[in-house]
């Protein structure tokens, strides 16, 4: 049985002058499972790890925290996000813990749309557009979400393989509808704002550039080394391709998990209609 593993610590190591980031994890107890070394051009990556430690559980640390880091570290843009596909264009999903965006992917997932990337999404831009890229497609939901949307979590895996694993989740089945598309043109962003308990249907809000903005540099990859400072100019001119290309929506969902297919249809609905049209 795997120990805990909670979100790891993070260190700048230097030396001589080679710089290096490592993240650690370790268990409930603090003794350490894995560690990763990332060099400062986020070019080499080196890991060890516990035999114990399930395979499964180090892909799922690489997918994310690491691969941050990584990306951040190459210059390439990434944010904070899902990213789902359907009828060849892809929604981004952005929102802050507890907003409900692992719902609303799973959620969608149910109603035609293709998970591409779970939980971190990288942007390319060529030629003036910017594609959504595919990436770790594990959707993992909470025990109430997956009741919600017609699932026995008794019977589905757990994001760690230690089911008492701080922060755990449940993982939903694989899709059905094949291999996702490697690169896919960005069509909306849904910016999620905390759930309403007044609300029986998705709240929405088209947002112009000036207002979008904020949102989106704020789901931006920051340097692991110097995590405060301002995203870079690629970074900057991503950003603004989005704005340019897709339209940029502020939607609260409603807070009750029996609303949750209902939901996600009515986002569906919406998006067919062009985007993220005015409520």
Known sequence: MVPDLPYGTAAVIRHEETVWIEQSYGDSEGMPICRFRISGDGRVLLSESLVRLAWSDLYGLFTEPVMRTILSRMGLVSFHAAA????????????????????????????????????????????????ATAGGTVPRVNADTARALGFDPATLATRWTNPRAAGNKFVLPAPTAGTPPSEVPIRAVLLLDPRGSDLETPDWCRLGGVQALPGLVANLTPDPLNPSARPTREAMRVTGGLLRQAAICRVRLP?????????????DARLAEGGCVAA
């Open 84 to 131: 789902l596909v359907k009828q060849d264009a892809a929604i981004l999903i952005m929102g802050q813990k507890g907003a409900g965006k692992s719902s609303l992917s799973a959620a969608l997932s149910r109603v035609g749309w293709q998970l591409i990337a779970d939980d971190l999404v990288r942007i390319v831009e060529r030629n003036g557009h910017c594609f």
């Open 255 to 267: 807070d009750r998990l029996d609303a949750l297919i209902t939901a996600a249809a009515a986002v």
